[in-house]
Every structure is written in C-alpha cells, then in structure tokens.
C-alpha cells in the first residue's frame, strides 16, 4: 500500500506541537509525523514532536549510494585493467587485485557517506531557505484511509502552510517501525521493572 507524504512549513512550534497531538489522537502513529528544523532545542522542548534523525536529515545514505555506485565503476576498472594486462599470474594469483577492488569499493562508499553528512537531505533540499528564515518544516506519512484525519486537523490551523505532496514510505516500513518502536518500549520497560524490583 502506498502513503502520502505531506510538507507543511511553519513558524510556530506550539501550534505544530498541537496539530501533532490532534494526529496522534486521531489514531496516526508517531512515527509517522516528524518536524524539521534548525532549532532542534526547541523542538525537543515540545513534548509531541519528533525531530527527524540527524542520519536522515542529512544526505548520508543518498550520497552513500552515489558512492558505492562510483566504487563498483572503479571494480570493474581495477579488474577489467588486471585481466586486460594479464597481471594475475601463477605465484599470487587474483587475490591482491580483488582485495584491490574491494578496498576501491569500501573507500568510495565512505567517501560518498562523509560527504553527504555535510549536505541536508536532497528530498529537503527544497526547504532549505525557509529553515534558514527560522521555519521548521512539518511532515506526515498518510495512508489514503487517514487522509481525512489530516483536513479535520488542518481546519484548527489556519496559519499553516501545505508546500508539497508525495509518494511517502512504503507501508511495510512503517509497519515496521511501529513493530520495532513496540518491541523496544515493551523490552525497555521489562528491564527497568526488573531492575526496579531487585
């Protein structure tokens, strides 16, 4: 099943506060709603909302990706030049020239992570002057069945502002994040029980 993905920007932290509690109350899961920002103080002072995870805010796995895709170019080169030239021969064989590759792979990879933690996401790329202006950037995951969930909402917030739709994230991954969520609470809260009772 495919979700929507709604942007909303504002530059009020209280009122995003409020719509988040209204969502939750209307049955849409915490994982679902996140607000980014360049004033993550104020939004963990916010009890309802969840400040997207630095790791995504930035473009790691994106340019993590764009690097492995240049590392597995630079594979083919370093094997294609190895057989080409004939190399390999009897006494050492393909191994150093396959670890070659690899080392090739795993350092394109990295480069293209590190590079990425120094960029915002590509997919908030389009936010970026507003979240330099001071605003915070307020986005939902939907399934087509909560989308009136959403406008009743909305009708208690005048003041913000809907900049895009999209194809959100896929319905087993949010599934499963509420699974994972549910697993850590309940294990979590066991574990502190137990050490509370001895």
């Known amino acids: ?4 993905r709604h942007y909303f920007i504002s530059d009020d932290l209280d009122d995003l506060d409020l719509l988040d509690d209204q969502l939750e109350d209307a049955g849409i899961d915490s994982h679902r709603i996140h607000v980014l920002s360049n004033d993550s103080v104020g939004v963990a002072n916010h009890i309802h909302l969840h400040a997207v995870q630095s790791i995504f ?3 790691v796995v994106h340019s993590s990706e764009v690097g492995a895709a240049i590392g597995l170019a630079g594979v083919c080169l370093v094997l294609s ?18 670890f070659l590759s690899l080392v090739v792979l795993g350092f ?27 605003k915070h950037v307020f986005m939902v995951d939907l399934d ?12 208690d917030h005048p003041k913000l502002l809907e ?10 991954i949010l599934a499963s994040l ?5 697993f850590i609470d309940r294990n979590l809260f066991i574990s502190a029980k137990q050490k509370h009772l001895d």
């Not at 099943?1 to 929507?4: A, D």
Request: net charge negative.
């Open 1 to 4: 099943m495919k979700t929507l």
């Open 163 to 172: 900049t895009a739709t999209e194809v959100g994230r896929p319905h087993w």
């Open 57 to 59: 805010a930035r473009d």
């Open 144 to 155: 087509p069945s909560q989308e009136i969930s959403l406008s009743i909402a909305l009708q």
């Open 108 to 134: 394109c990879t990295w480069e293209g992570g590190f590079v990425g933690m120094q960029k915002l996401n590509h997919h908030f790329k389009r936010f970026e002057s507003a979240l330099e202006e001071g």
């Open 81 to 98: 030049v190895t057989y080409f030239l004939d190399l390999p021969d009897a006494t050492i064989g393909w191994t150093p020239y396959i």
């Open 178 to 182: 509420l699974w994972l969520s549910v």
